[in-house]
């Protein structure tokens, strides 16, 4: 195999060395402005092959014509010698001259060793012009000679390559060529420098001189140079004629033969790694061939201008042209592309035009005969300058195989019922674009969204219907955001979309704003109308990341913060969202090593009977007192422990320690505990509660467990059994939050619930003109009543509220009204005292209040005032800076250039005064009021409640 190769080589040295270059040709002058070498440093191509480079690849029509492998589509043997020779450059380099080095090795003598007579004459001129004197007839002898002999080294050399040449012949002439000419040399600068002619110095430099320029020719001869060292200074002993002298030449020696050993067994290895490299390629060059030979691969290469700069000679017969024509054609010539042209990147020509990588693309051949399918790979190719030069990659054949591989790719790479691009395919162009080889091509934009509403959508209309509704938002999406970037679905109801290049944020919110617009619009599902809304969070690359998770983790940041700013909205990602993210695992690591060390505490809030105004039974509500932030709100932590699933392991400590404290308690008096609907969920929720009621030694009538709506969403089945187990056990069920989720009263004739919670969303304001939260209420005592279900009115915090849902009917009252939620310990002071309650509060509802330092323009009757906003709800404010205002007096404020509202003064006291707005403000999903709201997207409130 390697003497073919190098016979190919030898009888076409095109093949080696170059290629003929036609007009459209390899990467010469012509098309690059540089000389025909290599296009690029090797690199890894996708198709499996690599190291192919263009001046190897292109077309060579200098070689004898071969009609075996024209005839059976593969290329010519030296075309693939070549395209081997690259393939392992960086294993072995150059096979010949692979070849070439070892067998030299073999010889005593290099070819260019007649060079050390020209050296040892160079020396001995310098000498005398030093010394400027003539040496002794005898030095003269002896550098004569040593001139001499090493110059018929010249012929020496070609004696020993002489075809069967004997062994001893071989070592008479390299010891008459090498060691003797070094030992003359020697002997002739130490009698000179015996002389006194020479400097020592001089001397012992030109031996040192001569013996590394011999042994730099020498190279791994291991035998010629160590008898050259020791021949270089055998000269200068032999003129010294001490012992110390021979001593020293014959240790030297001693160490120069170690050292040879030494490099001898070092040279075996190599010998045998350089054969084992030799192997690969005589196995590799086999490979190529019958893989072309077999027709199911090929290769190609393009210049920078997409042209054919080398192609496999099947492909030609495939698509009936001949190969010569294709030569310098346009690579996309080969395929028709009309197809596949609407799949946008996956298209042949998009890669071609974003010069980025891609790898099995399903492309269809241009043929008329039939139809046949290839898979492209390619990768684009760059020079030493990071210039882009062309493409090269390898194709196989598909034909047999287009439809399994078309719905296997379709799965792995598109969403089965959006038809949108899938996790893995978004992941893909992510990596593609932040991994491009210039850093200019590495910007890009991702936004992340989410659905509003469309958990209600599924669980209320069923899944069916929640599938037809994410297709039209796929189609609403794709439309709106169409050639600017790639829509994916990443899972669920959240979709991503990635954007190439460096997009201005006034594009991108707007592109935000018109994405938000368009879903939000409402939809027809199987006859109903269905209204939903959107939330998007954007990050941008390399601003806020640089590597396909940090821009997904920050997106997802922003998506968060949109929701939390009341949902509808976009979020650009900003450092303190991180901040944030953090702060959040720190909760969720302290709040469960909290749960853990029993650090939290259940606080009871008494439920008085409306009827015989005395406390019938205590709510559990968990409390937290944190290490360092101290007291935390349950609306902080509880739903950290929902999200993280500890509210499983929170819910079963509460009511085994509700249980515990309500064993000490009077046996009228009742203990509600909330339960959450994943731990509702858990089919060990009857045995969490009987093991606690045996272990308290309590009634379970005494205990009342509090559930909400959402329980409902789940299957229905294992909910009607959850309901049978409990009532088994004999607890009371309690329906939570009533109205506030997803109401429906067909539940209510199945669940066994003893009573009907009203949510203080509906008892605050109730008592407002024209607030209509009164007619609720009395529709929901109403109903308990009719189904023999007690009612509980939540969150009742002064007196008109409480005078309100006692004339509606309401069976239970539960509130600051009465009294705060009490310590376990309060709670036994509190039950001791007596079990009468008494009302204790303000008169009638207030709207919150929000403090905030506001600059407005106040008009009456045409003169405007300046004024000063201290406090503000959405149904009056306090302004400072107009003195001894008349009660009754209107005015008109501007709040903002867009937002002016008429109000009567209400009091004045100095500068002081109170109105009252004629129409109430609107409250923002966040709390903040509309008109306040600065109007940025990304804007935190400006107002804060008041205590």
């Not at 002619?197 to 031996?207: C, D, L, P, R, T």
């Amino acid at each position: 195999m390697r003497t073919a190769i190098n016979r190919a080589d030898g009888e076409n040295p095109s093949a080696a060395n170059g290629i003929a270059k036609p007009d459209s040709g390899a990467y010469g002058s012509d098309a690059l402005g540089q000389p025909d070498q290599e296009a690029a440093p090797p690199a890894t191509s996708t198709s499996g092959f690599t190291n192919i480079t263009s001046d190897n690849l292109a077309d060579d029509h200098s070689g004898p014509p071969l009609e075996t492998d024209e005839r059976r589509g593969a290329a010519p043997d030296h075309e693939k010698r070549n395209l081997v020779k690259r393939v392992h450059a960086t294993a072995g380099g150059n096979a010949a001259r692979t070849d070439a080095a070892s067998d030299e090795k073999q010889y005593f003598m290099p070819q260019g060793w007649g060079l050390m007579g020209l050296f040892m004459l160079v020396a001995v001129v310098l000498a005398g012009l030093v010394a400027l004197t003539m040496p002794s007839s005898t030095v003269l002898i002896s550098g004569a000679g040593a001139v001499a002999l090493a110059g018929l080294g010249r012929y020496s050399q070609k004696l020993e390559r002489r075809e069967g040449a004997p062994f001893l012949l071989r070592i008479f002439l390299m010891v008459l060529s090498v060691p003797m000419p070094m030992f003359l040399f020697g002997l002739t600068m130490a009698l000179w420098a015996l002389a006194g002619n020479v400097n020592w110095y001089w001397a012992v430099g030109s031996i040192v001189a001569l013996n590394i320029a011999g042994t730099t020719l020498l190279k791994d001869r291991l035998v010629s140079s160590f008898c050259l060292s020791v021949a270089a200074w055998s000269g200068l002993v032999v003129v010294d004629g001490t012992g110390e002298a021979f001593t020293a030449l014959a240790a030297g020696s001693l160490v120069l033969l170690v050292i040879t050993r030494y490099q001898r067994r070092k040279g075996i290895v190599i010998l045998k790694e350089e054969e084992a490299r030799e192997r690969i390629r005589n196995r590799a060059e086999d490979i190529l061939r019958d893989y072309e030979e077999t027709g199911q691969g090929w290769f190609w290469e393009s210049d920078r201008r997409g042209r054919i700069t080398y192609l496999t000679t099947g492909v030609a017969q495939t698509i009936g042209q001949e190969k010569s024509a294709l030569i310098g054609r346009p690579f996309g010539e080969l395929f028709d592309l009309g197809d596949i042209n609407r799949e946008s990147e996956r298209t042949l020509t998009f890669q071609l035009s974003a010069r980025s990588a891609f790898k099995e693309l399903a492309v269809r051949a241009a043929s008329s005969a039939e139809e046949r399918w290839w898979s492209v790979s390619g990768r684009p190719i760059y020079d030493n300058f990071g210039n882009f030069v062309g493409f090269r990659g390898s194709g196989t054949d598909l034909t047999e195989k287009r439809r399994s591989q078309q719905n296997e790719s379709r799965l792995a790479h598109f969403d089965s019922l959006t038809g949108l691009a899938n996790r893995f395919q978004m992941s893909q162009t992510m990596e593609k674009i932040l991994s491009a080889p210039q850093e200019m091509h590495r910007e890009c934009s991702v936004m992340l969204l989410d659905l509003d509403r469309f958990k209600h959508v599924n669980d209320t209309l069923g899944h069916p219907a929640g599938d037809a509704l994410l297709k039209q938002v796929a189609q609403r999406l794709n439309r709106t955001v169409g050639k600017a970037g790639r829509v994916g679905r990443i899972g669920g109801d959240e979709f991503q979309v990635i954007l190439a290049g460096r997009a201005d944020r006034t594009q991108l919110a707007q592109l935000s704003k018109d994405v938000i617009h368009s879903l939000s619009q409402p939809y027809s599902i199987d006859g109903q109308r269905v209204v939903i809304g959107a939330s998007v969070g954007i990050a941008v690359s390399p601003d806020n990341g640089v590597s396909d998770e940090a821009l997904i983790r920050n997106a997802d940041l922003a998506l968060y913060a949109a929701k939390d700013g009341g949902r509808g909205r976009h979020h650009f990602y900003a450092d303190d969202l991180h901040s944030a993210a953090e702060e959040r695992t720190k909760l969720e690591n302290d709040l469960r090593d909290a749960i853990a060390a029993g650090d939290l505490e259940l606080y009871y809030q008494p439920q008085v009977n409306t009827k015989t105004e005395q406390i019938s039974g205590f709510e559990a509500l968990v409390r937290w007192k944190h290490a360092t932030q101290g007291w935390l709100s349950p609306e902080k932590f509880i739903p950290v422990a929902e999200d993280t699933g500890l509210i499983t392991a929170l819910g079963e400590w509460a009511i085994r320690t509700a249980c515990h404290d309500l064993a000490r308690w009077p046996d009228n008096l009742r203990c509600a505990v909330n339960v959450s609907p994943l731990q509702f969920a858990n089919p060990n929720l009857p045995t969490v509660v009987t093991n606690a009621i045996a272990q308290a030694g309590i009634a379970p009538g005494r205990l009342e467990l509090e559930i909400t709506e959402s329980v409902f969403l789940n299957d229905s089945d294992n909910t009607d059994a959850m309901f049978a187990s409990l009532k088994r056990i004999g607890v009371r069920l309690a329906l939570d939050d009533f109205g506030t989720g997803y109401s429906s009263l067909g539940y209510l004739k199945t669940a066994p619930f003893d009573k009907i919670k009203i949510d203080k969303s509906f008892i605050s304001g109730a008592t407002e003109p024209g607030n209509r939260n009164g007619a609720i209420i009395a529709a929901i005592t109403s109903l308990a009543e009719a189904l023999d279900m007690d009612t509980t009115a939540e969150g009742v915090e002064t007196l008109d509220e409480l005078e309100l849902v006692n004339s509606l009917g309401c069976s239970h009252v539960q509130g600051y009204i009465y009294a705060r939620p009490l310590s376990a310990q309060a709670t036994l002071t509190r039950i001791g005292e007596g079990l009468d309650a008494h009302a204790v509060g303000p008169k009638s509802h207030r709207a919150p209040r929000y403090t905030t330092l506001r600059k407005v323009s106040v008009e009456h009757e045409g003169t405007s005032y300046q004024g000063t906003i201290r406090n503000i709800s959405v149904t009056g404010a306090r302004i400072e800076g107009l003195w001894n205002v008349p009660e009754g007096t209107r005015f008109t404020i501007a709040l903002s250039s867009a937002d002016v509202i008429t109000c009567i003064a209400r009091w004045s006291k100095n500068e002081k005064m109170g109105v009252e707005f004629d129409h109430p403000l609107e409250l923002a999903n966040n709390g903040t009021i509309v008109a306040l709201d600065i109007g940025e997207t990304n804007a935190k409130p400006v107002m804060r409640r008041s205590a």
